[in-house]
C-alpha cells in the first residue's frame, strides 16, 4: 500500500513539474489573448496572423480565447478584480477608463510613442495623458439608402441627403408611398444603441453631453434641444421603431427607406447575397454632412502581466498597416485604424467602403470618462423617456443634466 | 460504531464542503457585502450600515423594478395555478390521445426558457403571428409589436411565463388528483352528490397541501424571474424586475454591496411571501 502512495505521489508531482517547468526551460512564453472576433469567417484570418507571429517570434506563443460581446465584459471586469487577467485583452472603447482608472492596464505611453502618427482615435484609449491601449479596428455608423424607394419617392437614383430638412423630406415621402413602407428606421430603446443613433444628431449639431473638462454636464442647451426635437420628429412622423437587428431585416426586405447602420450590415448583405439596391451615404448635419458616432476595439497589457515587452510586439504585429489590411479584407470591415491602411485601394475602389472612411473623418467618440456607465444609462432612460413615453424635451434635458452631475460629483 | 460513523462523515464530507463553500459562504458573504460600499473595481471599501438598504427603498430604479415583480407575481401565480388544476382535472380522464395531451401540455417546461422566450420575442413583434392574429381579431396591437410598448411588454411576458409553466404545475396537480382515495368518490355518488359537490367537497379539500406546494414553490420562483426579461427586453419598456436590477447592478455596475442589498430586501420579501402563504394555507389544510 505504501509503495503504492509513493508511487502515485512521484509521478503526480513528475507530471506537475513538467507541466509547471516545461516553458520557463525552454525559454517559450505563452501570452494569453483575450478576443471577440468568433465570426467563422474572420475567425481563421485571427488565427494565421497568430501564426505568422509565432512563426516570427518562436519564442512566444499565443493562447487565444474568445469572448462574446453579450457578457465579455462581465468577464474581463471579473478577471481584473479576481488576478486572473490575461497578458492582452481586446476592449471595447468605453470600457477602457473603467479599467485604465482602476490602475489595472499597463501603461503603453512609451510604447505608443513610435506609433501614434499613423493611428487614428487614440482618445478613448488615453486617460490622465498616458495610454492605456492602442486603437485596432474602429466602428462608424453611415446612412443606407434604398435606392428604388428613393426613386419611386421621386428622387433621382444618386441623390443623397445633405442637412436635416432633406433627410426629413425624403423620408417623409417614402413613408408617403404606402401603408407597409416606413421613412425611417427607428431605434428602439434597445440598451447600449439606441444613444448611439442619437449622439451623431447631437454632435453634428454642435450639442454635447460633458463640459470638456467632464465637471458638469452641457446637454441641457439650445442645441441639444433643437437636436433632440428634430430626431424626434423625425421618429414620429416616418419612423419604424424597432430593434436594430430588425430594423436591418426590414431594410433588407424594402420596407425601410432610411436607417443608420455599421459596416456590418455591409457584411451581412455581401455573405447572405441580398439583391437590395442602395446607397450609403454620410450623416446629415442641420446645414452640410454632420458627424457620426464611432466606436471601436482596442488592444490592452494586463498590469500584471509578467510579459509586457512581448505582448506589446505582438500588440504591434496584430495592428501593423499589412495585418490590419488582412483582417479588414476578410471581415470587410472600411475602419482600420492604422492610417495609412486607410489609403489602401481595396478601400478607395469599393465605393460603399469608402463612405466610411469618409465618415470616419467626421466621426466622434464620447468623452473619455470613468462614469460613462452611468452617464450612458441616463442618457439611454431620457431618450426612452422623450421618445416613446411622451416626456417633454427640455425638461427631460434639464433633469438628465442634473443626474449626470450628481454621477459626476460621486453623490 | 465510531469507526464506521467516521466512514459515513467521509462519504457526506464532499456535499458538506460544496454546501459550505459554494452555497452558506456566498450567502453569508452577500449579507456582509450588503452592508458595505464594495465595488469590483475599488481597491478598497467601507462599512456603511444600512445606508445600501436605506438608498434602495428611495431608489426610483428599484421601486419601479418591485413595482413590475409584484405584478408578475400577483398576475401570474393566479392564472397559472388554475389553469394548471383545469388542466390537470381534463387530463386524468382517460380518452383516446391523453399521453399526446400531456406530453404536449409539458414540453414547454423541459425546453430552455431562452430559447422559448427568443421565439415569442418573435410572435410578439411586429409582424408575428400573435401580432397578426390580434390584428385579425381585431384588437388593434401597439403599432411597434407587443414588447416595444409600456402598456403591453410585461403583460406580454406574463402570459409567456403562464404558458411556460402551467404544463409542470399541472403534472404536480395531477399526481394529487392521483393520490385522492377512489372510495370518497364512491361514498359521495352514493350519497346522491353530483360533479361540482365532489370537486367542492372531496378534491379541493385534499388537493390543498398539493396547491401550498405549488403556489409556495411558484411565487418563490416568480419574485426571481430573470431570463425572460434579460432576453426580450433587457428590462425596458417596463419591465424591469427586482432581479433584474440586481442584476445590473452587479453584473453590469459592478455595485456588489448595492446589489447584495437588493438581494437581501428580496429575500426578506420573498420570506415573508412563503411564510403568509403557509399560515392561510394551514388553518384549514387536511394534510
Given at each position: ?24 526551460r525552454?525559454?517559450v ?70 479599467l ?26 488615453t ?20 435606392t ?24 417623409y ?8 413602407m ?40 439650445d ?46 448583405i ?34 500584471q ?30 475602419t482600420?485604424?492604422?492610417?495609412t ?14 463612405t ?9 467618440m464620447?468623452?473619455?470618462?470613468q ?6 444609462d ?10 416613446y ?23 | ?49 444600512f445606508d ?14 418591485l413595482?413590475?415583480?409584484f ?19 381534463l ?11 400531456r ?22 413583434s ?41 404544463g ?7 399526481a ?27 378534491t ?35 419591465t ?21 442589498a ?26
Amino acid at each position: 500500500m505504501k509503495n503504492v502512495i509513493c508511487f502515485t505521489v512521484t509521478a503526480l508531482a513528475a507530471v506537475l513539474l513538467s507541466c509547471s517547468s516545461g516553458d520557463r526551460r525552454s525559454g517559450v512564453v505563452t501570452l494569453d489573448w483575450w478576443q471577440f472576433w468568433t465570426d467563422p469567417s474572420v475567425k481563421p484570418t485571427i488565427e494565421q496572423i497568430v501564426a505568422d507571429f509565432e512563426a516570427q517570434n518562436p519564442g512566444i506563443n499565443i493562447s487565444i480565447t474568445d469572448l462574446t460581446w453579450a457578457n465579455g465584459h462581465e468577464k474581463i471586469v471579473m478577471a481584473f478584480a479576481s488576478g486572473t487577467a490575461p497578458d492582452i485583452v481586446e476592449l471595447g472603447s468605453d470600457w477602457i477608463p473603467e479599467l485604465s482608472s482602476a490602475g489595472k492596464l499597463a501603461d503603453l505611453t512609451g510604447d505608443a510613442a513610435g506609433d501614434s502618427a499613423d493611428f487614428s482615435a487614440w482618445t478613448p484609449g488615453t486617460y490622465d495623458n498616458q495610454i492605456y491601449a492602442f486603437p485596432w479596428i474602429l466602428g462608424t455608423r453611415v446612412l443606407y439608402i434604398n435606392t428604388v424607394l428613393m426613386t419611386r419617392a421621386g428622387y433621382d437614383e444618386d441623390f443623397v441627403p445633405f442637412n436635416w430638412p432633406q433627410l426629413k423630406e425624403l423620408c417623409y415621402k417614402i413613408d408617403s408611398l404606402g401603408k407597409d413602407m416606413y421613412g425611417f428606421g427607428a431605434n428602439a430603446a434597445e440598451k447600449h444603441r439606441l444613444y448611439k443613433k442619437f449622439l451623431p444628431f447631437l454632435w453634428s449639431n454642435g450639442g454635447s453631453i460633458m463640459s470638456r473638462d467632464g465637471s458638469f454636464s452641457t446637454i441641457a442647451s439650445d442645441k441639444s434641444y433643437a437636436a433632440l426635437k428634430f430626431y424626434k420628429e423625425l421618429c414620429d412622423s416616418t419612423g419604424m421603431v424597432d430593434t436594430q437587428r430588425r430594423l436591418e431585416d426590414a431594410f433588407l426586405e424594402g420596407k425601410v427607406g432610411v436607417i443608420i447602420s455599421g459596416d456590418w450590415l455591409l457584411k451581412r448583405i455581401r455573405n447572405e447575397q441580398h439583391d437590395i439596391p442602395f446607397i450609403t451615404a454620410l450623416i446629415p448635419g442641420p446645414k452640410f454632412p454632420g458627424k457620426s458616432f464611432v466606436g471601436g476595439e482596442y488592444l490592452a497589457v494586463s498590469r500584471q502581466s509578467k510579459y509586457k515587452s512581448a505582448a506589446i510586439k505582438f500588440i504591434r504585429f496584430l495592428t501593423s498597416r499589412d495585418n490590419q489590411l488582412l483582417f479588414c479584407k476578410a471581415n470587410y470591415t472600411a475602419t482600420p485604424s492604422s492610417k495609412t491602411a486607410a489609403k489602401d485601394p481595396f478601400f478607395a475602389k469599393d465605393p460603399q467602403l469608402q463612405t466610411f472612411v469618409k465618415q470616419l473623418n467626421l466621426s466622434k467618440m464620447p468623452k473619455v470618462d470613468q462614469h460613462w456607465v452611468y452617464i450612458e444609462d441616463v442618457l439611454e432612460t431620457t431618450l426612452e423617456n422623450v421618445l416613446y413615453q411622451g416626456a417633454p424635451v427640455a425638461e427631460s434635458l434639464y433633469e438628465a443634466k442634473l443626474e449626470i452631475e450628481k454621477i459626476v460629483s460621486g453623490q | 460504531m465510531r469507526a464506521r460513523n467516521f466512514t459515513g462523515c467521509l462519504f457526506t464530507l464532499p456535499r458538506i464542503i460544496s454546501f459550505l463553500l459554494f452555497w452558506l459562504f456566498p450567502l453569508l458573504y452577500s449579507l456582509l457585502l450588503g452592508f458595505t460600499d464594495y465595488r469590483l473595481m475599488r481597491p478598497s471599501f467601507q462599512w456603511v450600515g444600512f445606508d445600501n438598504f436605506i438608498a434602495l427603498l428611495s431608489d426610483r430604479a428599484f421601486l419601479i423594478s418591485l413595482k413590475n415583480t409584484f405584478i408578475f407575481v400577483l398576475g401570474t401565480i393566479p392564472v397559472t395555478t388554475v389553469t394548471a388544476l383545469f388542466l390537470a382535472l381534463l387530463i386524468e380522464k382517460k380518452f383516446p390521445g391523453r399521453t399526446i395531451f400531456r406530453s404536449g401540455y409539458f414540453m414547454p417546461s423541459i425546453t430552455a426558457m431562452v430559447v422559448i422566450a427568443l421565439v415569442f420575442a418573435n410572435l410578439y413583434s411586429r409582424g408575428g403571428y400573435i401580432y397578426l392574429l390580434a390584428e385579425m381579431l381585431g384588437l388593434a396591437p401597439p403599432e411597434n409589436g407587443f414588447l416595444l410598448d409600456n402598456r403591453t411588454a410585461l403583460i406580454s411576458i406574463m402570459a409567456m411565463d403562464v404558458w411556460m409553466s402551467v404544463g409542470y404545475y399541472m403534472l404536480i396537480f395531477l399526481a394529487g388528483l392521483k393520490s385522492i382515495p377512489r372510495e370518497l368518490y364512491e361514498a359521495a355518488e352514493v350519497a346522491g352528490a353530483g360533479a361540482w359537490c365532489k370537486f367542492r367537497s372531496i378534491t379541493l379539500p385534499l388537493l390543498k397541501p398539493v396547491a401550498l406546494f405549488i403556489i409556495v414553490i411558484n411565487t418563490i420562483k416568480s419574485f426571481q424571474v430573470f431570463v425572460e426579461v434579460f432576453v426580450m427586453t433587457k428590462g425596458k419598456y417596463d419591465t424591469s424586475t427586482a432581479v433584474y436590477f440586481i442584476y445590473e447592478s452587479g453584473l453590469n455596475r459592478f455595485e456588489f454591496g448595492y446589489a447584495s442589498a437588493a438581494a437581501y430586501i428580496l429575500f426578506l420579501i420573498i420570506a415573508i411571501f412563503s411564510l403568509v402563504q403557509f399560515r392561510l394555507f394551514r388553518r384549514r389544510a387536511i394534510w
